[in-house]
Each structure stands twice: as C-alpha cells, then as structure tokens.
T-cell receptor, first 107, second 115 residues
C-alpha cells in the first residue's frame, strides 16, 4: 500500500462544476503540499498545509491531521484547470508523492 | 525574479554513459531538491541540498549523486546509465528547505532518454 493515496485517479467535469480531489496518508507528517502539473511537465506548487484550510482564488485546500486526510477543491471549474494534481507529504527527511489525479474539464 | 532554470532541457545518452544535469535556483533560495518522474513510479525524491550540504536523501543507488555550489546552483550526476534512468528530472528551490514545509518552486525539468 502506498504511503500517500489519492482519489480519484481520473476525473472529468463540465465547466462550472465543483471538483474535489482527496489525499490520504498513512504516516506522521510535518506538512502536506498540493502541486499542479500541466501537460509538458511544468509543476506549480499550489498550497502548503500543516493544519486547517487555505484558499487561493477558486482553489481551496483543507487538511485533517487526526484523520490523515486532505482535500483540494476547485470551485467553478474551467478548462484551464485541466492538469494532474499531486499531493505530497513531508515525512522525516523527504517528500513522498501521491500518484496524482488527472483532471479534464470540458467546455 | 527569474524562475528556476534547468539545463539541458533534453538529453539523449546510451547505456553505460554518465550525465550531469544543472539547476539554477531562484535568487536568494538556498535549498535545491531533485526529483525523478517516470510513468511507472511517478515522482520520487532524490536528494536535497542546503548551503552546499546534502541534507536529505531518497532511496536511490549511489550512481545518483549531486552537489551544490556556493552560489546555490546545483548539479546532479548519474553514472553508468541504465535504461530505467530514462525520466524527467526536476529540480525545485526554496528559501529554507522542504523539512521546514517551505513552498517549492519547480524548474521545467530535463528529459533524459537512455538508449
């Protein structure tokens, strides 16, 4: 079993829909990151969380430390949100990555 | 501020050769981390350097090594290349490092193909 699990693996949505991507981890962590990777490989760091909730534009990230779970929400999704979303947790001395969620938003 | 740059962007090598990849962090960032991304294994952490010292290391064989210079630029070296080393190699920089939960800024990556 992977230490970081994401669901769903693939997600399709119509423009305007509310999107939720989940990340569960099985180890103690000091921080959790959400990353976005566009076709072509470029990665952008969206959020770093150690507790609570953060919001940036249409993106919201939450984390529940007790339940070892984090969610990334996208409100009013748009085709430009199509990308792979990756959750990563920092444990002891390294970042451990989830396998990613591939999101496609259609107009 | 200029972003993280990586050179070269694409590289083709043959088995048994060695390769050196370069990463220039954002000005003022002292931490540089390296990652390998493959279709089968996804993203994996290679190592992190901070102020010229290797601070953290992932589970890769000794063929993978790196260093950081006094200007924070970093190089990664892979010796005795194997077919399985074909991957996208990404570096990321941050102010004080991943173990402090710092935001990382990723470079565009170097795509290495081993024939």
């Amino acid at each position: 079993k992977n230490e970081v699990e994401q669901s769903p693996q693939n997600l399709t949505a119509q423009e305007g829909e509310f999107i939720t991507i989940n990340c569960s981890y099985s180890v103690g962590i000091s921080a959790l990151h959400w990353l976005q990777q566009h076709p072509g490989g470029g990665i952008v760091s969206l959020f770093m969380l150690s507790s609570g909730k953060k919001k940036h534009g249409r993106l919201i990230a939450t984390i529940n430390i007790q339940e070892k779970h984090s969610s990334l929400h996208i409100t009013a999704s748009h085709p430009r949100d199509s990308a792979v979303y990756i959750c990563a947790v920092f444990r002891t001395d390294k970042l451990i990555f989830g396998t990613g969620t591939r999101l496609q938003v259609f107009p | 501020k200029a972003g993280v740059t990586q050179t070269p962007r694409y590289l083709i090598k043959t088995r048994g050769q060695q390769v050196t990849l370069s990463c220039s962090p954002i000005s003022g960032h002292r931490s540089v981390s390296w990652y390998q991304q493959t279709p089968g294994q996804g993203l994996q952490f290679l190592f992190e350097y901070f102020s010229e010292t290797q601070r953290n290391k992932g589970n890769f064989p000794g063929r993978f090594s790196g260093r950081q210079f006094s200007n924070s630029r970093s190089e990664m070296n892979v010796s005795t290349l194997e077919l399985g080393d074909s991957a996208l190699y990404l570096c990321a920089s941050s102010l004080v490092g991943t173990d402090r939960g710092d935001t990382q800024y990723f470079g565009p990556g170097t795509r290495l193909t081993v024939l």
